[in-house]
């Protein structure tokens, strides 16, 4: 099993400041990699895929980088509604075995 | 718009079987182009991929809930399903199904699921007596 390891946990970060967050795996996954972010009492929803392309209607300030095991999410400059659990996960096994990290949340400063 | 709406029992009791439903509309589940997918997430905790099925009935599971999992399809009601035995409070989550994309590259003899995009809104099952 490919185990996804976020960090850190809580990230305190003030509106209009920039958050990074960083997500390793325990094995190479390529670029097979994507982000999600999710409201409390919310679905999760899809930031991020092939580890640096953004998804439909997702904002620029959104970006994703990395390949192999090291990847981050950056939010150049964090708006109110940017609060929430980031998550990342792989697709990167054949036979496939999709796993996620425990996320990352993103509170306000 | 795609849109995933699950149903199904809000409590089972343990050993029983917890079974849920995903209806799919403004789109066909039967595309070629897509897998569809169940995750769960336990209160306050994080993210986990319960398994996956492509129209034609090919499915792949997470290893650790294979021997206790069934996903299937339903293409003239464009629903999936999902059935899990012998639960325990341990299952008490809320079940989310979602789409999928699907990969090729690294995937022996075909192609595998990928990403998660749409999910429902998710339903909470609570496994109690």
């Known amino acids: 099993e490919i185990v996804m390891t976020q960090s850190p946990a809580t990230l305190s970060v003030s509106p209009g400041e920039r958050a990074t967050l960083s997500c390793r795996a325990s094995q190479s996954v390529s670029s097979n990699l994507a982000w999600y972010q999710q409201k409390p009492g919310q679905a999760p929803r899809l930031l991020i895929y092939g580890a640096s392309t953004r998804a439909t209607g997702i904002p620029a300030r959104f970006s994703g980088s990395g390949s192999g095991t090291e990847f981050t999410l950056t939010i150049s400059s964090l708006q109110s509604e940017d609060f929430a659990v980031y998550y990342c996960?792989?697709?990167?096994?054949?036979?496939?075995?999709?796993?996620f990290g425990g996320g990352t949340k993103v509170e306000i400063k | 718009q795609l849109q995933l709406q699950e149903s199904g029992p809000g409590l089972v009791k343990p050993s029983e079987t917890l079974s849920l439903t995903c209806t799919v509309s403004g789109g066909s589940i039967s595309s070629s182009s897509y897998y569809w997918g169940w995750i769960r997430q336990p209160p306050g905790k994080g993210l986990e991929w319960i398994g996956s099925?492509?129209?034609?009935?090919?499915?792949y599971y997470n290893p650790s809930l294979k021997s206790r999992v069934t996903i299937s399809v339903d293409t003239s009601k464009n629903q999936f399903s999902l059935k899990l035995s012998s639960v325990t409070a341990a299952d008490t989550a809320v079940y989310y199904c979602a789409r999928q994309g699907q990969s090729i590259g690294y995937c022996s003899g075909g192609s595998c699921p990928n990403w998660f995009d749409p999910w429902g809104q998710g339903t909470l099952v609570t496994v109690s007596s």
């Open positions: 996960q792989q697709y990167n096994n054949w036979p496939p075995r999709l796993t």
């Open positions: 099925i492509y129209y034609s009935g090919s499915t």
